[in-house]
C-alpha cells in the first residue's frame, strides 16, 4: 500500500474535473472506487469534501488516500502505453510540422490538407488528432484542438499549446466573437452576387447515414456570401462567411440557393461536377480567421490554397491575389 499523498495541482493541469485528473494520475483506480473514496471524504480538495464533476485549480492540493499496488502498478502500466501510444514516425512528425502556417506559445495555426479528418471515427485510422504529439515540440502537454472541419475541407485549423490555451480558444469560438471567412468554387453563379443566406438546419439520419437538411423548425444558420469572380456562367469563386456554426452549413445553404459547391456530392448531387478536367474534390478552404489570443488581442492568419483548389484556381484564371475582402465593403 501506498502512503497518504497530498498532490499539487500545477497550471498545466488547472481546469480539470477531478475524475478526469484522477484517472489521469492514478489509471488503476476504477470510477466505482473513487466514488466510494470521495463520499467516505477520503479525497480533499484543499481539505475539504469535494465531487468527481469538481473542476481543480492551479495551486489546489489533492489529498489521495493510501492506493494498493495494483493501482500503482496499473499508473506505470498506463504511463508507459501512454508514451507508446504518442510515438510518431519521423515521416508522421515532418507532415504535421509541414502544415504549420503560425506558431507561438501558446496557439499553432495548420493549413490542413483536404481529405485527412480532423479526428477519428469510423474506418478513419489516420487524422490530425492522432499527429498532434509531433507538434509537442519542448512541451510536456499535448497540444489540443479547438474547432473542427470537415474531412474534404482545407485550411485553417486551431490549436491550442497548453489547456489554458486550449480553453480560451474554445470559448472564443462558442462566443461567435470568431471572423471565419471561407472560398469556395459553386457550379453556377448565385443572384444576387451579394446576400445573406438563412435557412433553419437539421440533422437527419438516412440510409445513406447523417445528414444536414433545411427546416424551418431547426437551428438557425446564416451565412454571408459575395462572389468574387466568375467563369462564365458555369462556376464562380465565392467567399463565405458563416454568422453561426452549425454542422455542414456552408455546404448547405449553397446547395439551398441552387448553386453548389464543386465536388460536394452528398448536397449538390450530379449538379456538383463540371464536365471537363476540374477536380471532384470538394472545392471548400478554410482561408482566414481572426480570432481573441489567449495573451491578449486578435490572431488572424490566412491559409493559401491546397494542391487541387489551386489547379482549379489557375485552369479558371482566378488569381489569390486579386481577392479583397468584400464583407469589410459590406461593413459586416
Same mark, same amino acid.
Given at each position: 500500500m501506498s502512503r497518504v499523498k497530498q498532490i499539487t495541482i500545477t497550471e498545466a493541469e488547472s481546469d480539470q474535473r477531478l475524475d478526469k485528473w484522477f484517472k489521469a494520475r492514478f489509471p488503476g483506480v476504477t470510477h466505482g472506487q473513487?466514488?466510494?473514496? /470521495?463520499?467516505k471524504g477520503e479525497i480533499r480538495v484543499d481539505k475539504k469534501r469535494a465531487r468527481s464533476k469538481d473542476r481543480l485549480e492551479a495551486g489546489q492540493v489533492v489529498r489521495v488516500p493510501p492506493l494498493d499496488d495494483e493501482a500503482m502498478v496499473a499508473k506505470k502500466q498506463g504511463a508507459k502505453q501512454e508514451k507508446d501510444k504518442s510515438r510518431l514516425s519521423e515521416s508522421d512528425v515532418a507532415e504535421i510540422r509541414s502544415m504549420i502556417l503560425h506558431m507561438d506559445d501558446d496557439v499553432i495555426v495548420l493549413n490542413?490538407?483536404? *481529405?485527412? =479528418?480532423? &479526428? +477519428? +471515427?469510423?474506418? &478513419?485510422?489516420?487524422?490530425?488528432?492522432?499527429?498532434?504529439? *509531433?507538434?509537442?515540440?519542448?512541451?510536456?502537454?499535448?497540444?489540443?484542438?479547438t474547432h473542427r472541419l470537415d474531412k474534404d475541407t482545407?485550411?485553417?485549423?486551431?490549436?491550442?499549446?497548453?489547456?489554458?490555451?486550449?480553453?480560451?480558444l474554445t470559448e472564443a469560438f462558442k462566443r461567435?466573437?470568431?471572423?471565419?471567412?471561407?472560398?469556395?468554387?459553386?457550379?453556377?453563379? =448565385?443572384?444576387?452576387h451579394q446576400a445573406t443566406v438563412s435557412y433553419n438546419l437539421t440533422k437527419v439520419v438516412t440510409s445513406a447515414g447523417e445528414k444536414v437538411i433545411v427546416d424551418r423548425n431547426? &437551428?438557425?444558420?446564416?451565412?454571408?456570401?459575395?462572389?468574387? !469572380?466568375?467563369? *462564365?456562367?458555369?462556376?464562380?469563386?465565392?467567399?463565405?462567411? =458563416?454568422?453561426t456554426g452549425r454542422t455542414h452549413q456552408l455546404r448547405v445553404h449553397c446547395a439551398a440557393i441552387e448553386t453548389p459547391i464543386v465536388g460536394d456530392g452528398k448536397y449538390g448531387g450530379s449538379a456538383a461536377f463540371l464536365?471537363?478536367?476540374? !477536380?471532384?474534390?470538394?472545392? /471548400?478552404?478554410?482561408?482566414?480567421?481572426?480570432?481573441?489570443? =489567449?495573451?491578449? +488581442?486578435? /490572431?488572424?492568419?490566412?491559409?493559401? /490554397?491546397? &494542391?487541387?483548389?489551386?489547379?482549379?484556381?489557375k485552369l479558371l484564371g482566378f488569381h489569390e491575389n486579386d481577392y479583397e475582402d468584400p464583407f469589410e465593403e459590406m461593413g459586416i
Open positions: 473513487l466514488e466510494k473514496f /470521495l463520499r490542413k490538407p483536404a *481529405g485527412i =479528418p480532423v &479526428q +477519428g +471515427g469510423s474506418k &478513419q485510422v489516420r487524422h490530425i488528432d492522432g499527429l498532434l504529439d *509531433g507538434l509537442r515540440f519542448d512541451y510536456a502537454e499535448r497540444p489540443k484542438l482545407s485550411g485553417v485549423l486551431v490549436i491550442g499549446r497548453t489547456r489554458k490555451a486550449a480553453k480560451h461567435r466573437s470568431t471572423r471565419k471567412i471561407y472560398w469556395a468554387l459553386v457550379a453556377g453563379v =448565385p443572384r444576387p431547426g &437551428q438557425t444558420a446564416i451565412s454571408d456570401y459575395s462572389v468574387v !469572380s466568375v467563369a *462564365g456562367t458555369k462556376a464562380a469563386w465565392l467567399a463565405l462567411k =458563416p454568422l464536365e471537363g478536367v476540374i !477536380s471532384k474534390n470538394m472545392h /471548400l478552404h478554410a482561408r482566414e480567421i481572426t480570432i481573441s489570443h =489567449p495573451k491578449g +488581442g486578435d /490572431l488572424t492568419v490566412t491559409a493559401p /490554397l491546397g &494542391q487541387h483548389m489551386a489547379a482549379t484556381w
